[in-house]
């Protein structure tokens, strides 16, 4: 004798396709819901979920620019001083009035001039005392470029961060802190004429065109 199968046997009931299929509809909406349950929703730009010790340029540049600053104007040469020291010895020059970089080493630098022509943002600075060769240049923004107040700090490097990414926009934050303590407010389409002071950072690369980044800058009504 043939034993009987669940299908066959006296009592047994058989299950329909659409209630196989409502019952498998139901377990993947309990499932959905479940997953709901356990997931939170971040907003952009929220701090949810992000390590203790993330990188946040905004902060860093809050932070770090206030040391650069100190720390540039410490070692800030009036311009016709650093002229001077620069032609007697470079390496002594390079060593009270900046740090040495693989480029070129990044000097500091002090002054009082009159502005003259400028395009995007950067204008020629007339200084008295130094010679008439020699080509000053200032950053005003909007847009700030370069890494000289990153570099120029002395202190800081790649290796207090975890990739080249982090290590440029650190620079980016410096920069951007800066244009918000030190150039906010400033009219730069009347600049041309006035006489202003400033104090900032530049890399010698050429030694006839300084482009300074400032770190202060002041004009005179």
Same mark, same amino acid.
């Not at 008439?132 to 000053?136: F, K, Q, R």
């Given at each position: 004798m043939t034993?009987?199968?669940s299908s066959n046997r006296p009592g047994a009931s058989k299950m329909s396709p659409m209630v196989k299929r409502g019952i498998g509809a139901a377990v993947v909406v309990a499932l &959905? $819901?479940?997953m709901g349950l356990d997931t939170t929703v971040v907003p952009i730009g929220s701090d949810i979920g992000a390590s203790a010790d993330q990188f946040s340029p905004e902060k860093y540049g809050k932070s770090e620019f206030p040391k650069v600053q100190q720390k540039i104007e410490q070692r800030a040469a009036p311009a016709p001083v650093l002229v001077k020291a620069l032609k007697d010895n470079k390496d002594t020059a390079v060593k009270k009035y900046g740090v040495p970089n693989d480029i070129g080493p990044i000097l500091s630098v002090k002054f009082t001039g009159t502005v003259g022509d400028g395009q995007d943002g950067i204008y020629n600075v007339k200084v008295p005392g130094v010679p008439?060769? &020699?080509? $000053?240049r200032v950053q005003t +923004?909007?847009?700030v470029m370069g890494t000289v107040l990153r570099d120029g700090? +002395?202190?800081i490097s790649f290796g207090d961060f975890t990739n080249q990414i982090q290590y440029q926009n650190a620079g980016a934050a410096i920069n951007n802190e800066m244009k918000k303590e030190v150039l906010s407010g400033l009219n730069r389409d009347a600049l041309k004429g006035k006489? %202003?002071?400033v104090v900032g950072a530049f890399q010698l690369i050429n030694p006839s065109n300084? &482009? %300074?980044t400032p770190v202060r800058f002041s004009v005179q009504q």
């Open positions: 034993a009987a199968t &959905l $819901i479940a008439d060769d &020699l080509t $000053i +923004g909007p847009a700090a +002395g202190d006489k %202003v002071t300084w &482009l %300074v």
